[in-house]
């Protein structure tokens, strides 16, 4: 039996204290402490038999009872071992004051703070498969048989029809344009000129740096972001596995050596494109069209472009992993991470070739 009943201190209470009884025994305590004559209140715990989380919380809320009636009271005499309980019933924090509105300047310092945090990490990320890229050649042990090759064949192999067909294209649309203005000066023999230096220095490393950034570096920005959302990565590490070896330094590898050759696939494709151009719209020969082109390239302009194929494909596969690496959430995190890992590879593409350009153009 459950009792509350008001004394000279205060009021009494007694009994089972339980989630059963709480709810009608908060109404008489209200009217016990409304109606006493004394502001300062003592509850006398010391009858309380059995003590629930629920008559705990209904014990931690009389002071609060009390004091919206213009009262104070203390609990006095709980029992020993119906202590656990009532301290296991914790009120809870008050809620946190909303936080004031940022200025101007704190949204910058939040802003230039977190772009910092992000250039670390992506510091960290770069020097750390630098490393392991290098080391991978003298130490395999943590490189799976044959990933390398199946992902050349994935990265390289597999990006030739759409590579070939594009750069044709190109080359047989910038052949046209050229024409187009060499015309009025009856230098259309020089179309092969610009086409040859213009596909070697920079429309072939160029575009096909875009399309496998579209292609593989969205895949591989895709593929770890998966992974990490099954935690096959922390998996990895349990086995004592370095994830960046096991799983990127084959794509990396794979990325380094298949770009350069597809950028000189990519340049012989394109002048075959300028060339067809060259024999149906502006009458001249093929091998003429041909000589003419190789006539006017040298060495410098085929290592310029190898050396920016081979740094794009380093970047691409670096910020691929890196958004990879930071996605969070679920289906709609790894569609972030992918299309997040193209926009800012294609950026770094061409802030890259910018500054090759800068390098060969003025060293040159």
């Known amino acids: 039996m459950t009792w509350v009943q008001s004394d000279e201190q205060g009021i009494a209470l007694g009994g089972a204290l339980s989630l059963h009884t709480i709810g009608a025994l908060t109404p008489q305590a209200r009217d016990l402490i409304a109606g006493h004559p004394g502001s300062t209140l003592r509850a006398d715990l010391r009858q309380i038999e059995h003590l629930d989380t629920a008559g705990a919380v209904f014990l931690r809320g009389l002071p609060d009872l009390a004091l919206s009636l213009d009262k104070e009271l203390r609990l006095d005499g709980l029992p020993a071992h119906l202590q656990p309980v009532f301290d296991f019933a914790t009120p809870a924090p008050p809620p946190a004051s909303p936080a004031p509105p940022r200025v101007a300047l704190e949204r910058l310092g939040a802003w230039v703070r977190a772009g910092g945090v992000r250039a670390a990490g992506f510091l960290y990320l770069m020097a750390d498969l630098s490393v392991f890229s290098v080391l991978s050649l003298f130490r395999r042990e943590q490189i799976r048989r044959g990933s390398f090759g199946e992902q050349a064949y994935a990265i390289g192999a597999q990006a030739l029809q759409i590579v070939g067909l594009i750069l044709f294209l190109v080359g047989a649309v910038s052949a046209l344009q050229s024409a187009a203005q060499l015309r009025q000066f009856g230098a259309d023999i020089f179309v092969a000129n610009l086409l040859g230096i213009g596909l070697t220095r920079e429309l072939g490393p160029l575009m096909t740096a875009i399309m496998v950034s579209g292609r593989s570096g969205s895949a591989i920005a895709a593929e770890i972001a998966t992974m990490k959302f099954t935690e096959e990565l922390d998996a990895l590490q349990t086995m004592g596995i370095n994830p960046l070896r096991f799983v990127v330094v084959p794509k990396l590898w794979a990325m380094v050596i298949c770009m350069p050759l597809l950028t000189i696939m990519a340049n012989f494709v394109g002048i075959l494109g300028g060339t067809f151009i060259g024999v149906v719209s502006l009458d001249i020969p093929a091998t003429v069209f041909l000589n003419q082109v190789f006539s006017s390239l040298f060495l410098k302009d ?38 997040s890992a193209v926009v800012s ?16 153009y003025l060293k040159w």
């Open 302 to 339: 085929l290592i310029t472009g190898l050396v920016k194929s081979a740094s794009f494909a380093w970047l691409i596969t670096i910020i691929s992993v890196y958004h990879g690496l930071n996605f969070s959430g679920g289906a709609e995190g790894v569609g972030r991470a992918t299309t």
């Open 345 to 360: 590879s294609l950026f770094g593409i061409i802030l890259l070739d910018a500054f090759w350009g800068i390098v060969f």
